[in-house]
């Protein structure tokens, strides 16, 4: 009897178009293929074989990339982008900060006195007719 392995986590299943690759395999392999031989037939007269032979796979390099790269799930161009925004976008040092709920209590209970001493001036002078002193 033959055994097949089903994974436990069904939401890491990619579906297969054909030729057992996605479409985004796909894709990604008709755009190397579409710039990468005009280009190798275009540079074979002129620079020669292994240099257009060359030059074609660095062209076609960034999208093999595309669609075979992929770590913890994200494909690479999450992946560059996240790096690019933790090394140049977002600010190298974050401090940590907190809010301190007792300095917020000390500013209220301080609010609080003060305007407990204006209404008790206010009220001192309405019985006597005249400015408190401090």
Do not use: W
């Amino acid at each position: 009897m033959a055994y097949v392995p089903v994974p436990k986590d069904l939401s890491k299943i990619k579906t297969k178009v054909a030729f057992n690759l996605t479409k985004r395999q796909i894709v990604c392999f008709a755009a190397a293929l579409i710039t990468g031989l005009p280009l190798f037939f275009l540079l074979k007269d002129s620079a020669g074989t292994s240099a257009a032979a060359f030059v074609m796979i660095v062209v076609m390099l960034p999208c093999f990339l595309m669609a075979m790269y992929e770590k913890h799930g994200q494909p690479l161009e999450t992946v560059v982008k996240n790096i690019i925004q933790t090394k140049f976008v977002r600010p190298k040092e974050r401090p940590y900060q907190t809010q301190n709920l007792y300095a917020v209590l000390e500013r209220q209970r301080k609010l609080e006195k003060e305007v407990s001493a204006i209404v008790k001036g206010t009220n001192q002078r309405r019985r006597t007719g005249k400015k408190p002193r401090n």
